[in-house]
């Protein structure tokens, strides 16, 4: 039995198509085919077939996979009823609820404001009502963890050029 299937050629990331009427025994790689139909790039979106040829071979009983069934639909070749068109699939959308669309709308100009007004009011009317003590102790407390850090730095390169 004939089929008519494409055969990828070109190099990795350039590939390249001949579409050939093939022994459906062999494979598309083995180099031996009936006839060369045509070719297509799939980069350009470029067809080139031998219409006549193709419908020649299609009347004859050769099967042509789905691929070359699109193609030759796409070029005008008369497809016959008993080939079997392939079905579009319809793939499953993950975590439907992560997508932009199906978020809830929130207000984009009070969100932009509220970030920018919260942080300055935000430490200095926490630790106000709490005590009066507390904001003064975290901004000292940065403060301290710095200064030890860069003396003991300081002490290390002594302690190499003494000795």
Do not use: C
């Amino acid at each position: 039995m004939l089929a008519i299937r494409m055969q990828r050629t070109g190099r990795k990331g350039q590939a390249q198509f001949r579409v050939l009427v093939q022994d459906s025994r062999q494979t598309p790689t083995s180099g031996k085919f009936v006839a060369h139909l045509g070719s297509y790039n799939p980069h350009t979106k470029t067809t080139a077939l031998d219409k006549e040829k193709a419908a020649f071979y299609l009347e004859h009983g050769a099967q042509p996979s789905d691929r070359v069934v699109a193609l030759l639909k796409r070029e005008g070749v008369k497809i016959p009823a008993w080939v079997k068109e392939p079905v579009a699939k319809e793939g499953k959308i993950r975590n439907q609820e992560k997508l932009r669309k199906n978020r809830a709308e929130e207000p984009e100009t009070p969100t932009e404001e509220a970030p920018a007004a919260e942080p300055e009011a935000a430490p200095s009317e926490a630790p106000a009502e709490t005590t009066s003590e507390e904001p003064e102790a975290p901004a000292e407390a940065p403060a301290e963890p710095e200064a030890p850090a860069a003396e003991p730095e300081a002490e290390k390169p002594a302690e190499p050029a003494e000795s």
